[in-house]
């Protein structure tokens, strides 16, 4: 097996042919801000472009920038003059809310027992296996041995140890090692990466097909820096390299996002396998395992474990349901052929999963939708040096993700660009991105709040008839809700790793304490990073990318 090494940019002449390789010939692109100067809305299949002369574009490209944060703080605000302008409304929108509450705590409970067995279930087929009882049926659409799995791992001032995991994950797959090229997908301003990439290659090259190295120029322009912008620059080498020089089939290549914290399932790649040589939609899928993580949550902080465990067991029940409405998060795996067809990642923007599948959804007429593999990736939870600093970047990767509110604005304008894709199917996109990052910014106040503070206002102004024993009914809803949240803490317990030999025992049982937190840790961590990423874009304000630190 061949162990490759190869760069872009190691003198200014070869950054600068790498730089106009990659740049755009009909559109320049402005300085990465919701409300640069010269933004406009996206023109053609791929791009957001800027042109300075289009001054309308631009304001509604802001207007639809700012409206999450607007219907944002409308909300919330509600809560305060909405006793006085509209007290019945708000007293039905609130129980209303409560018990729609309810209903998703209902469902995440009952789906994450199914995923749960899922999972059990999953881990114990031999895909392989499983491929040649489907040959035997005539169900085979492409041999196994012809398929080969790209796996692009972008880091920046990540540890080698780390990486070393993640790798070392990678090599134990079963039946299929050998089919994989592993890019480490560099970025050139960092000192080390050079010297971390050429240890890595010789220490792993007789573990996969391919291990290759890639290095991302800084300061691309129209880029973002940021893992969206590195991945496009590594999948386009990885083509390069696979498809154009050494004749790989396209048609029969997968791409797999991967953290550089990803740790496989040992059996993940090969279920991969399975489903895209009997999947005949598989050029329009995007694959998606459970994300859990637990690869450190022993020693994370008690508040940051409890916003890790919801999220693994709420995006375990999402993937259970049979509408394929989730969305891919974080690490993530798609066809080659159809990230090619899209021309890859965009560079431009922060959060790139929901985008990179909303940006394949409608260019490619609708077709596109999530299949999931119930065989969990680990990841790990933040942890920085110290507490406080594990607290303090913990609160700005929430933000950074929160940011995706973004892709509201992107995905209404293709709304409206591709009427071919029938109306529900977009409709019922465009919710579901909606409802979440207004659920995100806006739910804590509601539930928190909603019982009792229209209730104090309207007092004196003796509008109490709409709220009338609101508070006793919202908190009877409320309480409902704690029969589905002993189930997700049941099911943490099932799905989290034995704690290491160096954990206190007798702490073991105080952990269970972490719970009572809950109403701080998801004010914190969840709505309050939410409300000002949206604040921040609707005000115009820029993200700054700040890499999360997990040691």
Not at 109 to 122: D, E, N, S, V
Not at 200 to 211: A, D, T
Not at 232 to 239: E, L, Q, S
Request: hydrophobic share 45%.
């Amino acid at each position: 097996m061949k162990s490759l090494f190869w760069s872009f940019e190691k003198s200014e002449d070869g950054r600068e042919r790498a730089a106009a390789a990659l740049r755009p010939t009909t559109t320049t692109v402005a300085e990465f801000s919701p409300c640069a100067g010269g933004l406009a809305w996206p023109t053609g299949r791929a791009h957001w472009s800027v042109n300075l002369a289009m001054t309308h574009g631009q304001r509604i490209r802001r207007l639809a920038l700012a409206l999450p944060g607007v219907l944002t703080w409308l909300a919330i605000s509600a809560l305060f003059w909405g006793p006085l302008v509209f007290p019945w409304p708000l007293a039905f929108a609130i129980v209303a809310f409560d018990l729609y509450w309810f209903a998703r705590a209902f469902s995440a409970a009952y789906h994450g027992i199914q995923g749960y067995w899922r999972i059990k279930a999953a881990a114990a087929v031999d895909w392989r296996a499983e491929y040649e009882k489907a040959l035997d049926d005539g169900q085979v659409l492409t041999p196994w041995e012809t398929v080969h799995h790209v796996v692009i791992i972008p880091n920046l001032n990540e540890e080698t140890e780390k990486l070393r995991a993640t790798l070392q994950a990678l090599s134990a797959q079963e039946h299929v090692a050998r089919q994989i090229t592993v890019v480490l997908a560099m970025e050139a301003k960092e000192q080390a990466a050079y010297q971390k990439a050429s240890m890595l290659q010789e220490e792993f090259r007789e573990s996969f097909g391919n291990i290759v190295a890639t290095f991302h120029p800084a300061g691309l322009p129209g880029e973002a820096p940021g893992k969206s912008s590195n991945e496009a620059w590594a999948a386009r080498r990885a083509k390069e390299l696979l498809v154009d020089e050494r004749g790989y089939d396209l048609a029969t290549m997968t791409v797999t996002s991967c953290d550089a914290d990803s740790l496989f399932h040992p059996r993940y790649f090969s279920c991969l396998t399975f489903r895209f040589c009997t999947d005949p939609q598989r050029h329009r899928r995007f694959w998606q395992a459970p994300i859990f993580l637990y690869n450190n949550i022993w020693r994370v902080p008690m508040p940051i474990r409890v916003v890790s465990v919801l999220s693994n067991i709420s995006f375990l029940g999402d993937l259970c349901k049979g509408h394929r409405l989730v969305f891919p998060q974080s690490t993530y795996s798609l066809s080659f052929q159809m990230a090619h067809e899209v021309d890859y990642w965009d560079p431009e923007v922060i959060p790139e999963d929901w985008h990179m599948f909303l940006k394949c959804f409608f260019h490619l007429r609708g077709e596109v939708d999530t299949e999931p593999i119930f065989l969990p990736i680990g990841a790990d939870a933040v942890h920085a040096a110290t507490y406080w600093q594990s607290l303090v970047t913990r609160y700005k990767q929430a933000k950074r993700h929160a940011w995706g509110a973004e892709d509201i604005a992107y995905a209404a304008r293709e709304f409206l660009l591709h009427p071919e894709i029938p109306w529900w199917l977009r409709a019922r996109r465009m919710w579901a991105l909606v409802e979440n990052h207004l659920l995100w910014s806006t739910h804590w106040f509601i539930l928190t709040l909603g019982g009792a503070v229209p209730t104090l206002l309207a007092a004196p102004l003796q509008e109490m008839t709409p709220f009338a024993g609101l508070p006793q009914l919202v908190s009877l809803i409320l309480t409902a809700c704690l029969g589905p949240f002993v189930i997700v803490i049941a099911l943490d317990w099932l799905l989290r790793p034995p704690p290491p030999t160096d954990f206190k025992r007798w702490f073991v049982p105080v952990t269970h304490l972490q719970w009572f937190l809950l109403p701080v840790t998801s004010a914190v961590f969840a709505t309050l990073p939410a409300l000002h990423a949206q604040t921040q874009m609707m005000l115009g304000k820029p993200l700054i990318y700040e890499v999360t630190k997990k040691v």
